[in-house]
């Protein structure tokens, strides 16, 4: 190696270390300004849509979790701008198919609406080659936003923040909670 190239790569590295603190307040900042970059109809829509996915039983819904949140920061922060233009026209097709078909909002719709309308959603295809329906994207950003909020992790799943050794003959019935994928 000559030495221009291991200067470079000093300076690539040092620059590195210099930029990392901020990049990692960057991501660990406050969501609340990509959440307001969306209209409040469009985050009641998406927390609609969240709770029908996830709903309120015995451990609270997507809601309670702010999945709805999740998914704006989501889509602000991480898809560049025309998958995030794909994502949001989708929804808008969504609202309006809604409305066509029942005659008002899907956030007016009652459950048995929500869960048929869905299933016709289902049934979609993705909009774009190689990307996922509209419907897709959107079980899947709750999915994750759920599981990952504290709510998720810890009422939902059987959160152990330090996991302990194998038990040959654990009892494992219709009562146990499936364990977090946390890391």
Not at 14 to 31: F, N, R, T, Y
Not at 123 to 138: N, R, V, W, Y
């Amino acid at each position: 190696m000559d030495r221009r190239k291991a200067f470079q790569r000093i300076s690539l590295l040092l620059g590195g270390i210099a930029l990392a603190p901020e990049l990692m307040a960057k991501a660990l900042a406050d969501s609340s300004t990509s959440v307001a970059a969306v209209s409040p109809d469009r985050l009641r829509l998406l927390d609609e849509m969240a709770e029908t996915v996830i709903p309120e039983t015995d451990t609270p819904g997507a809601k309670a979790a702010r999945v709805g949140e999740f998914i704006i920061h989501a889509v602000e922060t991480c898809l560049p701008a025309d998958r995030r233009q794909t994502f949001y026209d989708g929804l808008d097709r969504a609202e309006a198919d809604c409305i066509s078909r029942f005659g008002h909002s899907f956030t007016a719709c009652n459950e048995s609406q929500r869960v048929l309308f869905f299933t016709e959603l289902e049934k979609q295809p993705a909009a774009e080659a190689g990307m996922p329906s509209f419907f897709t994207a959107l079980k899947m950003l709750v999915l994750h936003g759920y599981f990952t909020s504290e709510i998720g992790a810890t009422q939902a799943l059987n959160y152990d923040p330090v996991p302990g050794g194998w038990v040959a003959d654990m009892v494992i019935n219709d009562q146990t909670k499936a364990w977090t994928p946390m890391f």
